[in-house]
């Protein structure tokens, strides 16, 4: 559906208001697409909702006349997740943006979807207190919930679903549940709150949300540990992890990556394979013993140089070089569109990942990054190319289907945390088999007619 009746238009503005409607082709062409190379179809309109009972007579409407609905927040997705493949409705959550209450004596925060994480952070600060799932981008909440997103920081802290408590969830057809509760633990029958989170709003649009917090840590201390080879850098990892030293962060950055990064930011960094690490801690000489226990450990597997600094100005603008990897490669590939594999395995498979990336990256002599968060065995290769050339993207895709097919086989998954949306679709019957029809049916029974965020998961 790529237009709405007059009617139909007349029965939007009047749920939500003139000013929050819009047919307009340039609101409609903003929603097309997220920052990944899928393309969507051309929705018919954009309605901002500013309140649950709002979505749920959107939603009430659209079932009644059988219009697919697609959920939208900060657009900063990378396998189409937000992107409406049957036109339809574009529900924006952006103007639900409130954070609702901070409880510091509960490690709680109530949120409506389109706080961006930053800012949910920026009032939680103010407590002593943080929000963990970092995934680089400033998402909104509503789009990490849809996600589960995780990011550099899950290795010690967990993704999305270990922080979220309580949900306020409008289903298709425009009734309203709520999930979870405020206390720390629950015996009480299925946990409802999870399918939700991660299920991309194919089951339904999250109105609010109650989410866990942490304290902010007290010291930290940033580490680059750099190493003549890929393999050794990766398999040091799980030797940190098994030490128990507890990384809040353990990132693997190849020489071609780093050298965009330098070319860039003007870091100074060796351009050799490196580790990006982060520990936390409640006392500086903690960090200090944690710091040497890691060089030792490093160095038992050749590490060259083991840097590491606790100054607030260096650790945030190396972080900040990492965070922005995707938009680094982009810029240094101009018209040049990224495929990114995500896929995640067991710890002790990761060197065996790295390297077979690693070859067929070559094998197929196609531009790619192979890096990720190694800490929880999180794996990214950006894949650079013209998806209008056929051939080199056929390619890409050939080292994008070698890299999940061997994650899987290792126990691993096709994506660790950007989500199914369009581009893992293909993927999700090899990774869960008849679990993946028992999904099938979930979605069946609670979105009979298929109008939620159609075309995505499934």
């Known amino acids: 559906m790529e237009t709405f009746s007059a009617e139909h238009a007349e029965e939007l503005a ?15 062409e903003l929603h097309l697409r997220d920052i990944s190379f899928h393309r969507g179809v051309l929705p018919a309109g954009i309605v901002w909702p500013e309140s649950t009972e709002e979505v749920a007579r959107l939603l009430a409407w659209a079932y009644a006349r059988e219009v697919p609905v697609t959920p939208w927040g900060a657009g900063t997705s990378t396998e189409g997740n937000p992107v409406p493949t049957r036109g339809g409705l574009v529900v924006d959550m952006t103007r639900m943006n409130r954070v609702l ?9 109530d949120v409506q979807p389109g706080v961006p994480r930053k800012e949910l952070n920026r009032q939680a600060g103010r407590h002593g207190l943080f929000f963990p799932p970092d995934p680089g981008a400033d998402a ?33 057809g425009g009734s309203v549940i709520r999930t979870g509760t405020l206390a ?48 050794p850098a990766s398999e040091a990892v799980a030797a940190l992890i098994g030490a128990g030293l507890g990384p809040a962060a353990l990132e693997l950055l190849p020489p071609a990556l780093i050298r965009l990064m330098n070319r860039e930011k003007d870091l100074g960094l060796a351009e050799t394979p490196s580790l990006f690490c982060e520990f936390h801690a409640a006392s500086a000489a903690a960090l200090e013993e944690t710091a040497r226990l890691a060089r030792e450990i490093c160095e038992g597997f050749g590490a060259l140089e083991f840097r590491h600094a606790t100054a607030e100005a260096a650790r945030r603008e190396l972080w900040r070089a990492r965070h922005e990897a995707w938009e680094t ?3 240094a590939h101009p018209r040049q569109e990224t495929l990114i594999v995500d896929a995640a395995v067991p710890i002790s498979r990761y060197p065996e990942m790295v390297q077979f990336a690693q070859r067929e990256v070559e094998g197929q002599g196609v531009t790619g990054y192979v890096f990720g968060h190694a800490g929880d065995g999180n794996l990214h290769v950006v894949l650079v190319g013209d998806p209008a050339d056929a051939a080199q993207w056929s390619r890409l895709e050939a080292v994008n289907q ?7 086989a290792c ?10 949306g369009i581009g893992k679709r293909k993927f999700m019957e090899l990774e869960h088999g008849e679990a993946y029809r028992l999904m099938r049916r979930i ?5 009979p007619k298929g109008l939620m965020n159609p075309g995505k998961i499934f």
């Not at 633990?185 to 109650?210: C, H, N, P, Q």
């Not at 126990?411 to 199914?420: F, K, L, N, Q």
Request: with cysteine.
């Open 14 to 28: 009047a749920i939500v208001g003139r000013e929050r409607f819009s047919t307009g082709l340039s609101s409609r």
């Open 101 to 109: 209450a901070i409880r510091p004596q509960d490690l709680q925060a």
């Open 140 to 172: 909104t909440i509503g789009g990490m919930i849809a996600n589960n997103a995780s990011g550099v920081q899950t290795v010690k802290y967990g993704a999305t679903r270990d922080w979220v408590q309580r949900l306020t969830v409008v289903l298709p």
């Open 184 to 231: 720390p633990k629950s015996s009480a029958g299925f946990d409802l709150t999870r399918l939700f989170v991660g299920s991309e709003g194919t089951l339904g649009i999250v109105t609010e949300a109650t989410l866990r917090l942490a304290g902010i840590p007290g010291h930290i201390l940033a580490a680059v540990i750099l190493f003549a080879e890929l393999v």
């Open 329 to 331: 490669i982009h810029r």
């Open 402 to 408: 070698a890299v999940v097919e061997r994650a899987i």
């Open 411 to 420: 126990g691993g998954t096709c994506t660790g945390e950007h989500g199914v």
């Open 443 to 447: 979605k069946d029974l609670i979105d």
